[in-house]
């Protein structure tokens, strides 16, 4: 459906867009550039940029839904018949799998190959050390004639009293002393933290009802100490996400949370939640619903195509100041960080595992999706590129395959002229389901973190590896460092020390953005496949 307005500028709508592209490529090296200088001198200041960057978020994911709706009620009305949808469903599908396996698969030879955890400190453990505890409320550890082999432990470590099975988070350190922020039992399941005015967290557990202070009484002397990262807040409680229940979670939803499964109880807590496929499956039917209806519903179907544009037309606006965005995010992300004096030296201690990942990412978004592209989807490299310049530009901004949805239907649809009916349903459920990027990294973060514990994988635990970090990346949400939590998936099935992911906190956000590209990337490649495949049936 095209309106007057419409009609009257394509050509300075080109020259718009382009002009558009060239300063957000701009915003991010601005950002970059100044968010690593406030970051390192005046990191808080950096931080405050923040409400830039979130502002610009919001109006992003605000557009989502209404998009995912619109574009999927117009795109469905406008197949010739509904046995297109059937078509359309099932080379996505198989798209999706295939893609997904090949990237997990490029994983795990680049990690096996390049080896990037050998040798690799994760912490020490020394059954023969005698320790005593003192200093205030017994917290810290002091060693009998020996010392640590490494001088900055920091909270991302604990130190285990091995003996006595009980755990701190390490605050400060001397050549022979440890002191810790509180101590906790290993064992407690279920434990609950409160923080305290001084930000330390701190654990209780539900007796009966109520919270009760969780803090282990403590023997004053013992032997067996050991140091190894701590599972982060972050991950604290999701401890129990199993592949089983995320799968579960996926298609029937969780009564607890709220958590809408594929088949919506609510569409609105579905769209409070912005749980995307319960709304692809409502928007289908409906649209399904209103194309059964014939001439009589040719006035909400117009209704629905205006609105669509309309929303479509917002996106727009919000591209014009998306520079500002972009650098808003990116400068407070690199403040956050610390800036280069923090985290620099992080990433070069990690610099190999980085340079797997990239490596793997490239290898698939820069080979083996433009083959296909090219091969199946019969589209040209360059100029499909060049469509989704912003596109790409904001997935590595926002990290988010959710929040770049908008951007995403923008070039997919608007720029390469790919058909709104395939796109539409392609789109949105590439955003949720299709992770390439995420797949890879968790099998290369996996067999990494093996390697770091000198753990040694048998074929059989590697295919194990391949299919969760496949599986688990189909669960993840389109939201930063939604990978992370479902690492935990892949881990568990083989039984990896879950702690191993302390390593990659400080770095995860970095190449969270870069993953979040080869994702996105896979889905707009997905939608040029499908639809040429559609277009040739
Ligand atoms: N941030 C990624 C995305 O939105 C998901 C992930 O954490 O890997 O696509």
């Known amino acids: 459906m095209s309106t007057r307005a419409e009609n009257k500028e394509p050509k300075t709508r080109n020259n718009d867009l382009q002009n558009s592209q060239s300063k957000i490529l701009w915003g991010i090296i601005i950002g970059i550039i100044l968010g690593?200088?406030?970051?390192?001198?005046?990191?808080e200041f950096a931080v405050k940029l923040k409400i830039i960057g979130d502002v610009f978020l919001n109006s992003l994911i605000m557009l989502v839904i209404p998009l995912v709706m619109l574009s999927l009620i117009v795109g469905i009305t406008q197949m010739g018949h509904l046995k297109d949808l059937g078509s359309i469903g099932g080379k996505t599908v198989i798209y999706y799998l295939v893609t997904t396996f090949v990237a997990a698969l490029i994983g795990i030879i680049a990690v096996n190959l390049l080896k990037p955890g050998v040798g690799i400190q994760h912490g020490?453990?020394?059954?023969?050390?005698?320790?005593?505890?003192?200093?205030?409320?017994?917290r810290t550890v002091s060693l009998h004639e020996a010392g640590w082999n490494k001088s900055n432990y920091s909270d991302k470590y604990?130190?285990?009293?091995?003996?006595?099975?009980?755990?701190?988070?390490?605050?400060?350190?001397?050549?022979?002393?440890?002191?810790?922020?509180?101590?906790?039992?290993?064992?407690?399941?279920?434990?609950?933290y409160i923080r305290a005015e001084d930000g330390t967290r701190l654990p209780f557990v539900r007796l009966n009802g109520e919270l009760t202070s969780r803090e282990p009484k403590v023997e004053l002397s013992g032997r067996g100490v050991a140091v190894n990262f701590g599972v982060s807040e972050h991950l604290q409680g999701k401890e129990r996400a199993t592949f089983g229940n995320t799968i579960y979670e996926l298609l029937a939803g969780n009564k607890e949370t709220g958590k809408q499964g594929m088949v919506p109880s609510n569409i609105f807590i579905a769209m409070l939640h912005m749980d995307i496929l319960p709304l692809i499956f409502f928007s289908l039917l409906l649209g399904a619903a209103l194309s059964s209806l014939g001439d009589k519903a040719a006035n909400a179907i117009r209704f629905f195509s205006i609105l669509n544009d309309a929303v479509m037309k917002l996106v727009y606006w919000i591209m014009?100041?998306?520079?500002?965005?972009?650098?808003?995010l990116i400068t407070a992300r690199i403040g956050e960080a610390g800036g280069f004096s923090l985290f620099i030296p992080e990433l070069i201690s990690l610099g190999k595992f980085t340079l797997v990942v990239i490596v793997g990412l490239s290898i698939h978004g820069m080979i083996i999706l433009p083959v296909i592209l090219k091969v199946i989807g019969k589209q040209h490299l360059h100029t499909y590129v060049k469509g989704l310049g912003t596109t790409l530009l904001n997935a590595f901004s926002t990290a988010s395959s959710t929040a770049t949805l908008p951007l995403t239907l923008?070039?997919?649809v608007k720029e390469n002229k790919i058909s709104k009916k395939t796109a539409s349903f392609v789109l949105p459920l590439g955003a949720t389901v299709n992770m390439d990027g995420t797949?890879?990294?968790?099998?290369?973060?996996?067999?990494?973190?093996?390697?770091?514990y000198g753990i040694q994988l048998e074929p059989v635990m590697q295919i194990i590896i391949f299919l969760t970090a496949t599986l688990s990346a189909i669960g993840a949400a389109g939201i930063p460092e939604a990978g992370l939590v479902t690492m935990l998936i892949v881990l568990k099935a083989v039984d990896l020390p879950v702690e191993g992911l302390g390593l990659l906190l400080s770095i995860d956000w970095l190449?969270?953005?870069?993953?979040?590209?080869?994702?996105?990337?896979?889905?707009?490649?997905?939608?040029?496949?499908?639809?040429?495949?559609?277009?040739?049936?």
């Open 320 to 328: 014009i100041v998306s520079p500002v965005g972009i650098f808003g």
């Open 439 to 452: 797949a890879l990294y968790q099998a290369v973060a996996a067999i990494f973190i093996a390697q770091v």
């Open 36 to 43: 690593t200088m406030l970051g390192g001198w005046l990191p």
């Open 158 to 192: 604990v130190v285990i009293l091995t003996d006595q099975q009980i755990m701190g988070m390490i605050e400060s350190q001397t050549d022979s002393s440890l002191t810790v922020k509180v101590w906790e039992g290993i064992e407690d399941a279920e434990k609950v």
């Open 410 to 412: 923008e070039g997919v």
């Open 124 to 138: 020490e453990d020394h059954p023969d050390y005698v320790y005593t505890l003192r200093g205030e409320q017994n």
């Open 511 to 537: 190449l969270d953005r870069f993953r979040t590209v080869i994702n996105v990337w896979g889905d707009c490649v997905g939608a040029a496949v499908v639809d040429h495949l559609e277009a040739n049936r």
